[in-house]
């Protein structure tokens, strides 16, 4: 995995938990101080509600007031149903309260559901002080349900102790709801707030607090990508390529190391090292050309005297031995010269040695024919040339991919020195030699090739005859460089040189060029 | 045009004694009645176009120069660049000796404004027949007038 990937979803998932855990602990928080709020609430209207009634009954109690159908709506039993009726004309909240019996004067009392499974709680908790629940209203809405227990006390038992003890207006008004204990539980206050309203305000609240936090974390994941992109990822590849190019020996290529950071060492320990290739390599090179070259005088000189001896001392020369070992020096020293000339050549067939262009390959080709006229006509073999697209190469090197390749045709695919056992001979000696040189344009490369109706080469030596020294046969003269010097060529252009067996059975080399300028 | 011949001098520069046969060899086989006049490098090259010093107070002016490449003190390349910077010496034919082809092509990509290359052979034979095929042409055609000669 990439680093960039990898350390992108590093930060991704610990950004994700990090910001689901802080919405989880932030929505429990709103949560709880939404019923601490409720809570708060539910109390207060309890006290101000208990603190009514008490009010009211000693009132009622004090004042020696008979119950009866213009009072009894002063008793607080009644009045606080009343008042919870009025209550929604004051606020939108949606609040209602009540204070309910299980055993109730007043009908509209009467503990619902709810209100009797709480004081089931109550008698079963009777230390508790109030119970909250959520409970399902009428209107199918939910409710946070608050209930407070009452239990009856001293004062209680004046109008619901026993019926005759009880002021002669109760007595008459009411038949039921005597005979209380004290310590029974008998009632609670009941307050119902609408839950949704509430939540809904949560729910607001903790949306914008979400927002916020997966907007934060977002960017903050957003920076921290860039910044990995530019300060790390973007350096990286850059050095990469810089490494490439040097691998593929453009020795020039330097990395850009501006800073002071881990990568910018990098990057200047890349540039030294790239000095430092540079300068062997082209040690190594210049070395190596100056030998090829200069090596070839002094071999050329010896076959040019040789030769120069053998006109001088033509006819004064009786014994053949002499003659022949003055012809073997002769050879010897032409072909020491011919070897490091193609060597010279080898070394420098990966350098352009004019304009990259798109020379007349037609015209070049001509030009080399008209060389090595002899020693077509010496094979007795036949040229053909077809289309030959102009590819992206300077001219002297497309010369030498041409004169190397027609030089290899002439000289393995036919009898040009009868001597020396070619393949030529044993494949088929009557059919004459023919050569074909062509080429096409395929997308952005041109290939031309150069196929005899030979023998051909095996499949297992088709690569072989590509590296350097490496030769088929021996004798021939042939230095073994050639098809070396042809690859490296276009290997240098950015393109290939292969072989396959040409129509026919025969040998074809295939060289593949840039056909326009590679940017 | 002058009818006026007078005898054709060819300055050589090649620091091998070997090469320097051979040209001279390949003008006798040639029947070329060329003056060769031989100096070893490009320094003495320039010494003699120049007239410096007693050696060459009396150096007959060149109709063509031979110029090998690889020689000590002052190669062919850098003789080619300094005679093209002096306005008496830069129409001067020069033929410049070369190892290979390859060689021939580095140096032409100079664009020093050499006149011709001659690859040397291994075949005294071709070397002849180069230095005759220079000879004809370089004799007909390219022999400066006496007039343009005398130009500054």
Known sequence: MKLQTRLLLAIGVTLTLLTTANLWISYREFDGLVDAEMVKEARNIRAMLMATRRVYHQQFLDSGLPVNDKTVGFLPAHALARISREFPNWTISGMSFNNVSDRPRNPENRADTAEMEAMTWFRANPKAEEHIGEIMGADGKLYYHYTAPMWIEEYCLKCHGQREAAPASIQDKYAESYDYKLGDLRGVMSIKIPLTTMHDRVLTIWRVDAVTHLVGYLLLFLVLAGLLRRAVTLRLSGLETITQHLMAGDYRQRAEHSGSDEIAALGAAINQMADAVERREADLRRFSEIAAHHLQEPARRMASYAERLTQQLAGRIDDAEIQLSLDFIGQQARYQKNMLHDIERYLAADQPRGELALPDARQILAAILARAQDRISAVGAEIIIGELPSAWIDAPRLSDLFEVTLDNALQHGGAEKSTLGTRREAASAAAPLRIAIDGEQVGNLVRYRISDNGPGIEAQYREQVFQVFERLSSGRGGTGIGLAIVRRIAESCGGRAYIETAQGGGCCVVVELPAREIS | ?152
């Open chain 2, 1 to 152: 045009m002058t009818t006026e011949r007078h005898r054709f001098v060819i300055l050589l520069a090649e620091d091998e004694p070997a090469d320097a046969h051979l040209v001279q060899v390949a003008l006798s086989e040639n029947h070329i009645l060329a003056d060769l006049q031989h100096v070893a490098d490009g320094r003495d090259a320039l010494e003699y176009l120049r007239r410096e010093g007693p050696r060459f107070a009396d150096a007959p002016r060149p109709d063509l120069i031979l110029l090998d490449l690889n020689m000590p003190r002052m190669d062919g390349r850098q003789f080619l660049a300094a005679i093209k910077l002096e306005q008496n010496f830069k129409d001067i034919p020069v033929v410049v000796l070369t190892t290979s082809e390859v060689e021939r092509d580095i140096v032409s990509s100079y664009h020093l404004g050499a006149a011709g290359y001659i690859t040397k052979p291994v075949d005294v034979v071709q070397f002849i027949a180069a230095i005759r095929d220079l000879g004809e042409y370089w004799f007909e055609l390219v022999r400066l007038p006496d007039n343009q000669k005398a130009r500054p």
